[in-house]
């Protein structure tokens, strides 16, 4: 079989390439898929230039996510069968095959696009089990950079069934425009003079309590000067690659803190996990939740296509196509 492959860390798209394996063959509660579809994450490329929260042994196979159909069974896997369409988390997911821990699969309905489904955990149910871990209830307000983004849409939408408000800060006037016609709403561009006076409208005065914060770099100072004293900020990404900046004034006396989020280490338990990856697929069957792919390239343009996925502008994920 043909897999993407690098033997040691640095820019993906120097490091990357494409090489022939054997087959695996699953062990005991495992599962061999033969995978469709599997997007390219921007934990993905901090993995490989070995930046990210762990390093794999080299040379290593990237891929975290995918959907793709069930070829074969390990030792007691019994509620999944050989010809399902199954979608979920797994490592090395950049193959033709690959395998997977049957406990973190589920069957994906004929009526989700492969484009949806390759992409059901990383971000939505990130999303949601970021709201789960908030402590705040219906009726508070939270602010959010990169509102954006990917996480950040459905952070808001799904901030909404929970009946929290939630504040979304983007760079430019045309992104606010971008998100009304979403349907996302309470959205401020930072590059307007006094925007957090605009903000301050929108809420009415009403405390803004939690602050999720995805830039890195001086993008804490922005959430931070809405954040309501005794706040708490909780970082859930770097997109500018550079450290976070919090003064120290703004711990000693205004008694704001700072926790992280890494959903390969969630705060949720398994039995939650699965429960809320349960809503996220009803959601793609009944049509309500879309995730769009702007291209999709085959393994032995793996350099491609990580080259792609740092363009801007794109309006959805690249992705490494199976067969």
């Known amino acids: 079989m043909k897999r993407a492959v690098y033997s040691q860390f640095g820019t993906p798209e120097k490091v990357l ?36 929260g762990f390093k794999p042994g080299l040379p290593a196979v990237p891929g975290t996510e ?27 997911t950049w193959a033709q095959y690959y395998l997977a821990n049957a406990a973190r699969l589920v069957p994906v309905p004929e009526s989700v696009d492969d484009e949806t489904a390759c992409q059901l955990v990383s971000m939505p149910l990130s999303a949601k089990m970021l709201l789960e871990t908030l402590d705040v209830e219906p009726g508070a307000w939270i602010v959010q950079n990169a509102a954006n983004g990917a996480v950040g849409k459905l952070v808001a939408r799904y901030g909404q069934e929970r009946g ?35 903000v301050r409208a929108l809420t ?18 922005q959430v931070l000067s809405v ?25 000693l006396f205004r ?39 702007e291209k999709a390239y085959d393994i032995d343009q793996v350099a491609e296509a990580v080259a792609a996925s740092g363009e801007p502008g794109r309006n959805g994920k690249i992705a490494i196509r199976g067969a």
């Open 255 to 293: 008694g704001i803190t700072v926790k992280g989020f890494w959903g390969a280490r969630p705060p949720v338990k398994p039995e939650r996990i699965g429960q809320l990856l349960g809503e996220l697929v009803a959601d793609a069957a009944a049509g309500k939740l879309k995730l769009p792919i």
């Open 66 to 92: 995918a959907v793709g159909i069930v070829e074969a069974l390990g030792e007691g896997v019994t509620h999944l069968q050989v010809g399902q369409r199954v979608a979920g988390g797994a490592e090395g």
């Open 227 to 251: 954040l309501a004293d005794g706040g708490q900020v909780i970082s859930f990404g770097a997109m500018t690659g550079r450290p976070l900046k919090i003064s120290a004034g703004d711990l």
């Open 164 to 198: 929290i408000n939630v504040v979304g800060l983007v760079r430019r006037q045309d992104a606010v425009e971008q998100l009304k016609a979403l349907g996302i709403a309470n959205v401020v561009a930072t590059d307007a003079e006094n925007w957090p006076e605009t």
């Open 17 to 52: 390439g494409a090489a022939e394996a054997p087959k695996p063959e699953a062990g005991p509660g495992q599962v061999l898929v033969r995978m469709v579809l599997s997007p390219v994450h921007n934990h993905d490329l901090m993995t490989i230039a070995g930046q990210y």
């Open 204 to 221: 009415g005065g009403a405390p803004i309590v939690r602050a999720i914060e995805s830039l890195g770099g001086d993008g804490a100072a």
